[in-house]
C-alpha cells in the first residue's frame, strides 16, 4: 500500500470532518419532525449504566483484550528520521528468526516524520517480534527537515511535502462578509491580539489497535475504533476485498476523542499480515507510538484585530490564523469568530503550515479549543478596554441568526439562559471589577467563556426493535459506545417507549452486521441513534398495542402501556402482562427505526458557557483552578447520570489544555521528546476542582423527534477560554498562550510591572 | 504512594541477569525441572548461567496457579497472557498511569513494574477477583451508582487503588482520597465523580 496515498486519506479525513460533521445542507429534507410533547418518565432522569457492573468488575471485551487461537502479535518499524529517503529494506535476517511469522515492506522513497511506518513483522509472541524488528536492516538517507512551526515558515527552509510549499499561499479558509474596513472606521476602540495555542496529544487510555483474522476470503477486525463503518469500508478500499465479506467489531474502547476515526494504516498492516501468514494477527500500538503518529489537536497562532463601539457594539472581528498539524492539514479555528457574537463585518484567512512531524487528527471539538481560547480571551480584553462588565459584552452581541446574526435564525438557542443559570451558580458579582485590582501574593479572579458547536444528528441513522415470542427486547444499531453511555440511553429510550425497565433491555451495538450508523465523532451519535431506536420502538409499540387490545378485545387507542403492562384506560382493572399480550407470536418482530431529516430553514448548533474561578499565586506563576459551573443546552438530555460525566470529562480534559499539555518536538533530532505520560503531563486527580454542570433543559423544537443535540464536543470548547479569563481577573494580565505554564504567568506578571 | 514506596529487595545487575535464580528471592539454585538455562553471558565477573524461564507460584484470586515465565516478563503479562485476567490494564507500560494497579499481599502496585518472579509465592487480587461470592466490592458498588467512569479503561485500576486505601482509611476527607488516587490517571477525566464513588463507598464500608 502507498503511504503517501495514506497520508492523503488521513488528511483529507481531518477536512472530511467538517464535510461529515457539521450542517449538510444536502441531506436536508423539508420535513420538520415534531419532538416528543410528552413527559418522560425515565429519559432525562439518572440511569446507571446497563453494563457497569461488567466494567467495574473487569469483563468488558477491549480491543486489547483479544486473544484468539493460534494468534500472532504484530509490531511496526518506524523512521526515526524526520526527513529521510528510504533506500532500501532489509527483512531477511528478521525474517529468519525463529518465531517470526510474516514480514512486510511498507515503505521505499521519503519518510517525513519520525514515525512513518517502514516495515511490519508478525511473530508467535510481542518480544520475539520486537526483536525482529531489531534485525531489520533499512538505509536511509537523512534530510533536511523543519519540525518547528518558525522553522518551516522560515525562508528557503527544508520542503515538507514534496508537492507544495510549506505554508500554500491560498488560505484553506477564506471567508469574508460585510466591509471589514468601514466596521474598523465605525469603531470607537480597535484593538489587536496574537494567541498561541500548542500540539496536544490525544493519549487515549486504550492505544491504538487491531486484531484481524481471515477466514478464507471473509475478513473479521475487532478494532478500538470510533467509526466501525468506516474502518470496514476502508479496509474494503485498501485491502481491494468486497465490504461484504469484511465485518469490523467494536465492543468497548478506551478512549477515542477523534483519533480513532476512519481507517487507520495499523489496521490495514495488521490485514495484511494476517494475510500473509495465514494467522490471525493482534497489532497493539505502544504509548510512545501514541505519541508520534496516531494524530494531534493542531497548534494555532491568531491573530485579532476587531473594533468595538463605546457601548460594546462589534462593528467588525478580523482573523489571521497559522495552524499546523504537521504533515497533516492544521484545524479551522474560525468558526466560533464567524459564527457565534452578532457582527457585520468579518474576515477570516486561515493558513496550514506544515511541518515533518506526524499528521494531525480530529481532536475533540477541532478548531473550536483553540478558536473559542482566542476569540474569548479577545472578548474579556475588549471588555477591560471599555471597562464593560464581560459577560454583559456577550450579551450586548448576542445573536439569533446565525453567521453573526447575518444568516438563517437558529432552530433554538438557549445560551442566554445558561449565562443567567451559570452567573448566579458561581457568583458573577463576586469578580475582580477591575482585572487585578486584589492585593497579596495569591490571586483570585472569575473568567467566562461561551461555546458554539453543531452537534445534529446523520439523518439515514438505522436501528432495529426486536420483540421475541417470550417477551424479551432488543434494541440494535451498528454504533460505538465511546464511554458516553449510548448503550445505556437506547436501553432508556426502549424502556421508556415500550413500558419496560432499562435492564430489561438487551442492547446490541458495535458490528458492521448491525443496521448502519456513521462514526461516533462530532457530537453526533445521540442526535443520530436517539430518534433512530425511539422510531423504532414506537412502531413497536403500536403493533404491541394492536396485540393486547386483541387479546383484551378492546380498541387498540384504548390501550396503555405501564410497567410492562397493558391497560384498558377505560377500565384500569382490566390489564394483560407484556407476556400474556405476545403468548401466540411464534415468531420474533423487528421494526426499524431510522434518524430522518430536518428543515434547511434553520441552523442547529448546541450552545453554552463555562465560568471559572482561579488562584494564581504570584511568586511561583501557579494557577489553581477552585470551582467551574457549565451551562449547556444541548436540547433534552438523554440520561443527566451520563451527561454529567460527559461534562465533567470536558471540563477536566480543557483543564489539562490549560496548564498542562504540549507535545514537545526536539529541533536536533526531529523527534517528538515527550512521548510518555509522565513527560507529557495531563490533569491528574490533585487537579480537579468543583465542577457543577447545568443544563437549560430546552427541547430542541425541529431537529429530531427526541428534541436532542449533541453533547460531545461542547463541554470541551470553551473551559480553556475561561481559565484564561480568569487568571487576567485574577492578576490583570491576560496571557494569550495556553498551556499557561507557571513561566508564562511569570513572564506575564513581569510585562506588567515593566 | 503506597504501591512506589513498598519495600524493595535490592537486585544487583548480575542477579537480574540470572533472572534471580540466585541470591535474590532467597530461592536455592533452581533444580533444571524448574529452570530451563540459556546459554551463559561471559562478564569481567565470570560466566553467568541465564535463565531462559523458571516456575513460579502465584495465588491468584484464591486460586493456585504453578506456570513457567521468562525472567523479563512482568506480572501484569504474565496476568493477562498467560492467565487470561484481562481486566489489568496495560496502558502506559512504565508505570506512570495505575492502569495495571492489582494488590499484591493487600498493597496495590502497578503489576507493569513488578516482574513475575518476584511475585513467587505472593498472593495477588485482580479485578476479577474483587467481587466476593457473587457481591461486588462497595468501591465497584459506587463507582456504578456515581457513574465514577467513562470508557472505563482505567476503571479497575482505580477501583483496586481505591479498595486498597478503604481498607487502611474508611473514613477519608476529599484531599486524602485525591492523594490516594495521585497515581493513577484518568484520560476521559472523571476524579471528579471517582471522588464521589470513593466517598460513597467509605460511607457504606463504614456501615455494620
Not at chain 1, 90 to 102: C, I, Q, Y
Not at chain 1, 505 to 513: L, P, Q, Y
Not at chain 2, 133 to 142: D, E, I, R, S, T
Not at chain 2, 177 to 195: D, H, T
Request: aromatic residues 6%.
Amino acid at each position: 500500500m502507498s503511504k503517501r496515498e495514506y497520508f492523503k486519506d488521513t488528511e483529507d479525513a481531518t477536512l472530511l470532518y467538517y464535510e461529515e460533521f457539521k450542517d449538510k445542507e444536502t441531506i436536508l429534507q423539508q420535513a420538520t419532525p415534531e419532538p416528543e410533547k410528552e413527559i418522560f418518565k425515565i429519559v432525562g432522569q439518572y440511569t446507571p449504566r446497563i453494563d457497569g457492573e461488567k466494567i467495574v468488575t473487569g469483563q468488558a471485551p477491549y480491543t486489547h483484550d483479544i486473544s484468539l487461537k493460534g494468534m500472532l502479535f504484530g509490531k511496526i518499524l518506524r523512521s526515526p528520521h524526520a526527513c529521510a529517503e528510504v533506500v532500501f529494506v532489509d527483512l531477511s535476517e528478521a525474517e529468519s528468526l525463529p518465531g517470526v511469522k510474516a514480514a512486510l515492506p511498507l515503505k521505499k522513497g521519503r519518510v517525513n516524520y519520525a514515525g512513518e511506518p517502514v516495515a511490519a513483522i508478525a511473530a508467535t509472541d510481542e518480544k520475539i517480534a520486537e526483536e525482529a524488528l531489531r534485525l531489520i536492516k533499512v538505509d536511509y538517507k537523512p534530510l533536511p527537515f523543519a519540525v518547528t512551526v518558525e522553522k518551516a515558515m522560515e525562508e528557503g527552509a527544508p520542503q515538507v511535502l514534496e508537492d507544495r510549499p510549506n505554508v500554500p499561499p491560498k488560505p484553506f479558509n477564506d471567508y469574508s462578509r460585510g466591509d471589514i474596513e468601514k466596521g474598523f472606521k465605525e469603531a470607537d476602540f480597535i484593538i489587536e491580539r496574537t494567541y498561541k495555542t500548542a500540539v496536544e496529544i490525544h493519549h487515549t487510555a486504550e492505544t491504538h489497535g487491531s486484531v484481524a483474522r481471515w477466514e478464507g476470503d471473509r475478513l473479521t477486525v475487532w478494532d478500538s475504533t470510533q467509526a466501525i463503518f468506516s474502518v470496514r469500508d476502508g479496509l474494503a478500499r485498501w485491502l481491494r476485498v468486497p465490504a461484504s465479506r469484511v465485518k469490523v467489531i467494536k465492543k468497548y474502547m478506551g478512549g477515542g476523542f477523534g483519533s480513532k476515526l476512519g481507517i487507520n494504516d495499523y489496521t490495514v498492516i495488521a490485514a495484511m499480515l494476517a494475510r500473509e501468514a495465514r494467522k490471525p494477527v493482534k497489532l497493539i500500538l505502544s504509548r510512545e507510538e501514541n505519541s508520534i503518529c496516531v494524530g494531534n489537536r493542531p497548534s494555532s497562532l491568531q491573530t485579532i484585530k476587531g473594533g468595538v463601539k463605546k457601548d460594546g457594539t462589534l462593528t467588525a472581528l478580523y482573523l489571521k490564523n497559522y495552524t499546523s498539524g504537521g504533515v497533516g492539514g492544521g484545524d479551522r479555528c474560525a468558526e466560533p469568530i464567524i459564527d457565534v457574537y452578532k457582527c457585520p463585518n468579518m474576515k477570516v484567512e486561515e493558513y496550514t503550515v506544515y511541518t515533518n512531524t506526524g499528521a494531525s487528527r480530529p481532536t475533540r471539538a477541532p478548531g473550536h479549543v483553540q478558536g473559542t481560547f482566542a476569540l474569548e480571551g479577545f472578548m474579556e480584553e475588549l471588555a477591560a478596554e471599555i471597562n464593560v462588565d464581560p459577560l454583559e459584552l456577550r450579551k450586548k452581541n448576542y445573536s439569533t441568526k446565525n453567521l453573526g446574526d447575518t444568516g438563517i435564525p437558529y432552530s433554538s438557542k438557549g445560551l442566554d439562559k445558561c449565562y443567567q443559570m451559570g452567573a448566579e451558580k458561581i457568583g458573577w458579582h463576586r469578580r475582580n471589577k477591575k482585572p487585578g485590582q486584589g492585593n497579596g501574593k495569591v490571586r483570585r479572579g472569575l473568567g467566562m467563556a461561551s461555546q458554539i458547536w453543531w452537534g445534529t444528528g446523520r439523518p439515514g441513522t438505522l436501528a432495529d426493535i426486536k420483540i421475541h415470542p417470550d417477551g424479551s427486547v432488543e434494541a440494535i444499531c451498528g454504533t460505538q459506545d465511546l464511554g458516553t453511555g449510548t448503550r445505556t440511553y437506547m436501553a432508556v429510550i426502549t424502556a421508556e417507549t415500550l413500558g419496560l425497565k432499562p435492564e430489561d433491555i438487551t442492547v446490541k451495538i458495535g458490528s458492521t452486521e448491525y443496521p448502519w450508523c456513521g462514526s461516533s465523532g462530532g457530537s453526533t451519535t445521540t442526535p443520530s441513534v436517539a430518534p433512530a431506536i425511539r422510531e423504532a420502538a414506537l412502531k413497536a409499540v403500536e403493533w404491541l398495542k394492536q396485540l393486547a387490545a386483541s387479546e383484551m378485545k378492546i380498541a387498540p387507542d384504548a390501550v396503555i402501556i405501564d410497567k410492562g403492562n397493558f391497560i384498558n384506560k377505560d377500565n384500569p382493572e382490566q390489564a394483560i402482562s407484556f407476556q400474556d399480550a405476545l403468548r401466540r407470536q411464534r415468531r420474533e418482530m423487528v421494526f426499524h427505526g431510522e434518524c430522518g431529516g430536518r428543515s434547511s430553514d434553520y441552523a442547529y448548533n448546541t450552545f453554552g458557557v463555562h465560568f471559572a474561578e482561579v488562584e494564581v499565586d504570584t511568586e511561583t506563576g501557579q494557577i489553581k483552578v477552585l470551582k467551574v459551573v457549565t451551562a449547556h443546552d444541548s436540547g433534552r438530555i438523554m440520561n443527566r447520570l451520563t451527561a454529567e460525566s460527559q461534562v465533567i470529562g470536558g471540563v477536566t480534559q480543557g483543564i489539562s489544555t490549560a496548564l498542562f499539555e504540549e507535545r514537545v518536538v526536539d529541533e536536533t533530532t526531529g523527534n517528538v521528546v515527550n512521548r510518555n505520560l509522565r513527560d507529557y503531563k495531563i490533569a491528574t486527580s490533585m487537579d480537579i476542582p468543583e465542577i457543577i454542570p447545568l443544563f437549560v433543559d430546552i427541547i430542541e423544537p425541529r431537529m429530531n423527534i427526541m428534541g436532542t443535540k449533541g453533547l460531545g464536543e461542547p463541554p470541551r470548547i470553551p473551559i480553556s477560554g475561561a481559565i484564561a479569563n480568569a487568571v487576567f481577573n485574577a492578576i490583570g494580565v491576560p496571557i494569550r498562550e495556553i498551556p499557561m505554564t507557571p513561566d508564562k504567568v511569570l513572564e506575564a506578571l513581569k510585562r506588567k510591572e515593566g | 504512594m503506597e504501591k512506589a514506596k513498598k519495600k524493595r529487595k535490592t537486585v544487583t545487575r548480575r542477579d537480574f541477569l540470572k533472572g534471580f535464580g540466585g541470591g535474590a528471592l532467597g530461592a536455592a539454585v533452581a533444580p533444571s525441572i524448574l529452570a530451563q538455562e540459556k546459554a551463559a553471558l561471559q562478564t569481567k565477573e565470570g560466566k553467568i548461567p541465564l535463565l531462559a524461564s523458571k516456575k513460579i507460584t502465584l495465588t491468584v484470586n484464591g486460586k493456585k496457579f504453578s506456570l513457567m515465565v521468562e525472567p523479563r516478563d512482568t506480572l501484569l503479562h504474565v496476568l493477562r497472557e498467560k492467565l487470561n485476567l484481562t481486566g489489568t490494564k496495560r496502558t502506559c507500560d512504565r508505570g506512570e498511569c495505575g492502569g495495571c494497579t492489582v494488590l499484591l499481599d493487600g498493597n496495590p502496585i502497578y503489576s507493569c513494574m513488578y516482574l513475575a518472579l518476584r511475585a513467587d509465592g505472593k498472593s495477588i487480587t485482580t479485578i476479577e477477583g474483587l467481587a466476593t461470592n457473587g457481591k461486588l466490592h462497595p468501591v465497584q458498588q459506587a463507582f456504578i451508582e456515581k457513574d465514577a467512569y467513562q470508557c472505563g479503561f482505567c476503571t479497575p485500576g482505580f477501583i483496586m487503588s481505591s479498595a486498597a486505601f478503604l481498607n487502611k482509611n474508611n473514613n477519608p476527607n476529599l484531599e486524602e482520597i485525591k492523594q490516594a488516587l495521585s497515581g493513577n490517571l484518568c484520560r476521559c477525566g472523571n476524579y471528579f465523580k471517582i471522588y464521589e464513588a470513593v466517598s460513597a463507598a467509605s460511607k457504606s464500608m463504614r456501615r455494620p
